[in-house]
């Protein structure tokens, strides 16, 4: 379900794609990007454009924002965001170390906003993964680290809000961050959980099948009837969407450990279909299940 109501501008198609792989496409214009202003609580809002869900939660003591997608929209965020509000932007979380998540990082930074990430997050912007080719990736600015890291629940008292950023150990990464607003009654969760595509679990940057389904859980115990989820991709759920998509997980592993045990390779368990029981039902499934499928495959073969 979508519970917000658009205020500003609409998503493009090329966002649309960018959004299913959690990252901009190769040759994206941002200069043709629009932001969505999509209001969920009196002074809390969503924003999406080129990559992951932005919040921002607005009053007299500042912003608080969750997320900065990319560094080229950096402009266009800011100005989004004084539409909702005449207050500067104090804070920033981020909820994983992906560059549609962490990208306007530098550019915020260097606006005087503080930083907040898990340690793990800022380990990995100061010393990335290799790509996928094996080339050694490109550490992160000096402006765009966090400034402040946390190992255990921190809560910001602001806006007549609780904020509080609670880590997910070994989820979508090693370093995810669950954001709740208690009083809107929100949570962010950035790309551990999604709405669009089947889940990715970024080994490479370590995380987990089984901390994605923790994770979920703990953003569950959270929820009562009313609460709206945001994913990091994709529409806006409430608590039996993500009560669903543990499920689909869940059920979807059950069917390749089987194959896995039976010392199947990973062509055959793909071609076997695991995830036949959801692919009509899941928004952007059809390009993302041979990477999922791929990546419990590797989690359940190796154990780790």
Partial sequence: MNTGKSIFLTLSSLTLIGIAFGQAPA??????????TVKLAP????????????????????????????????EKIVAAVKQVSNSPIKFLINTHVHPDHTG????????????????????????????????????APAAALPVITYSGPLTFHMDGEDVQAIPIPKAHT????????????????????????????DRNNGGSLQGMIEGIDAAIKLCNAT?????????????????????MI????DKIAPMVSQGKTQA???????????????PGGS????????????ELKTGK
Avoid: C, W
């Avoid at 055959?268 to 899941?282: C, N």
């Fill in 227 to 247: 609460t709206k989820v945001v994913p990091g991709h994709g529409e806006i759920t409430d608590r039996s969407g993500l009560m669903a998509h543990r499920d």
């Fill in 268 to 282: 055959e368990v793909l071609a076997a279909k695991p995830t036949a029981d959801y692919d009509a039902k899941v």
């Fill in 27 to 36: 040759q994206t214009d941002y200069s043709k990007v629009q932001i969505e």
């Fill in 287 to 298: 390009t993302t299940i041979e990477r999922f499928v791929g990546q419990v495959y590797a």
């Fill in 174 to 201: 090693d370093g995810d961050t669950l954001v709740r607003f208690t009083n809107a009654n929100v949570l962010m969760m950035g790309d551990y959980f999604r709405s669009l595509g089947y889940p990715n679990i």
């Fill in 43 to 74: 002074n809390f809002y969503v924003l999406n454009g080129q990559g992951g869900a932005i919040g921002v939660l607005t009053g007299p003591d500042g912003v608080l924002m969750v997320d900065s997608q990319f560094a080229p929209l950096t």
């Fill in 104 to 139: 306007g990082n530098e550019n915020l930074g260097k606006m005087g906003v503080t930083i907040f990430a898990r340690e793990e997050l800022r380990n990995r912007l100061a010393h990335p993964a290799p790509g996928a080719n094996g080339a050694p990736g490109t550490p």
């Fill in 250 to 253: 869940i059920a979807i592993r």
